[in-house]
């Protein structure tokens, strides 16, 4: 039987990484997560969350970019890498995201009970 931890770790070893635009965060913004990958990001405060939200980004997101980027959700990793979530500054990877990965993720999503990063 696959635990998510297990689902989300196959999902994340069939994502390609590439690299994006410095400095640019377009793809920063409030999402949400599986609770399992919640669990792996650092507590942050309501006051964080509520100024994250005020600005329409994502509390993770720092003055040097994304301070959970190893952790990062899969929603996260799955930008810029399919043309359903391509990157506004046209940075992809080599190889896209293979279609049925694409699927998965979204099933993985739309299975597990989402909060707010």
């Known amino acids: 039987m696959n635990t998510n931890r297990d689902i989300i770790a196959r999902l994340r070893s069939n ?3 590439f690299e994006c635009t410095p400095g640019c965060h377009d793809c920063c913004g409030p999402v949400t997560t599986s609770s399992e990958e919640m ?3 650092p507590v942050k ?3 964080e969350h509520d100024a994250a939200l005020a600005d329409f980004s994502c509390v993770h997101l720092g003055p040097n970019g994304c301070e959970v980027y190893d952790e990062r959700p899969l929603i996260c990793r799955l930008f810029g890498t399919t043309p ?3 990157c506004p500054n046209s940075c992809r990877p080599k190889e896209m995201v293979a279609p049925e990965i694409e699927e998965q993720v ?3 999503i739309a299975s597990t009970r989402q909060v707010l990063v």
């Open 15 to 17: 994502i390609p990484s």
């Open 84 to 86: 359903n979530l391509a």
């Open 39 to 41: 669990s792996r990001l």
């Open 106 to 108: 979204h099933e993985y």
């Open 45 to 47: 405060t309501d006051a």
